[in-house]
């Protein structure tokens, strides 16, 4: 049996990542929340003619949150919760490094000049930043835990998507109301579409902790891949370079989402197989 000051030594380290959890997370909220509140008490007579933006923001959120409970959560849930807010952080260093990357192929490129490679080039780019900050943030999650079961990584990777993918939710909503542009309706294809882009931010940092534990590329090059091909549909269809029905394009989002869903749920099995043959637990 151990004595109290083992049982002190042996939580101490649990009590103190706890503590970095909720300081991440805590950051991450003033983060997220602050800049949405700054933006309704800037333009609080847009919010308060077009109330259907915050109604777009809250049906987004639960849409996507609703994507990462599909996968039925590993892990303790409410770590998973506060382990989200490694993702707003996630998704801002994805951002940045994003901005300076792709920024320079801009340069590089007039808009009347950008074609389809011009775009496929930013989707690439956009594509491995963004995978970067997963990247970044999973294993400063891991460094920080240092977690003894496989399954935990996993989760860590579902959380840091979960909350790359909300954090992106209340950023273009954000940025909307700062741009003073109403949402009309509910907003129907637009709450698809960030579902969709949440679900695919779970899974494809799920692939990234996965690749971490496998010790293999194949899931990151995955994401990298798909991640690309999606921005630059986007990037091209907005543009005016490919003509594509915004249903139809939503269609192949949603797709993407899914297979890359499927390609966790394949990479998940070769961790338990992994973890078994090694005799590690799972």
């Avoid at 579902?158 to 909350?163: K, N, P, Q």
């Avoid at 009309?184 to 779970?202: D, K, P, Q, S, Y």
């Avoid at 590329?217 to 594509?244: M, R, S, T």
Wanted: charged share 10%; glycine share 14%.
């Amino acid at each position: 049996m151990a004595t109290p000051q083992q049982a002190m030594r042996a939580t101490a380290p649990a009590s103190r990542d706890r503590r970095v959890d909720a300081v991440v997370a805590g950051a991450a909220l003033l983060l997220v929340a602050g800049g949405l509140a700054h933006a309704c008490v800037t333009h609080r007579a847009f919010v308060a003619q077009h109330p259907q933006n915050l109604a777009w923001i809250a049906l987004s959120l639960l849409a996507g949150f609703l994507t990462f409970l599909a996968n039925g959560v590993v892990g303790p849930r409410g770590r998973v919760l506060l382990w989200a807010g490694y993702g707003t952080f996630a998704m801002l260093a994805g951002f940045n490094v994003q901005g300076l990357v792709n920024g320079s192929i801009a340069r590089l490129v007039p808009p009347p000049e950008r074609g389809a490679l011009t775009f496929l080039a930013l989707g690439v780019g956009a594509g491995a930043c963004q995978t970067l900050g997963k990247w970044l943030m999973v294993a400063i999650l891991s460094r920080v835990h240092q977690p003894g079961r496989r399954a935990d990584l996993l989760a860590m990777g579902l959380a840091v998507g979960l909350g790359f993918g909300l954090s992106e939710v209340v950023f273009i909503g954000t940025r909307v109301i700062e741009a003073q542009t109403p949402i009309t309706g509910l907003g129907v294809i637009g709450i698809w579409e960030r579902a969709a882009a949440v679900g695919f931010h779970v899974y494809s940092a799920g692939l990234v902790a996965a690749a971490l534990a496998l010790r293999r590329a194949w899931p990151i090059a995955l994401v990298v891949v798909v991640h690309g091909l999606e921005d630059w549909l986007a990037g091209a269809v907005g543009a005016g370079v490919l003509a594509i029905p915004i249903v139809v394009l939503e269609g192949i989002y949603t797709v993407a989402t899914v297979g890359v869903w499927l390609a966790f749920r394949r990479a998940a099995r070769g961790v338990a197989r992994g973890a078994s043959s090694h005799g590690t637990p799972q």
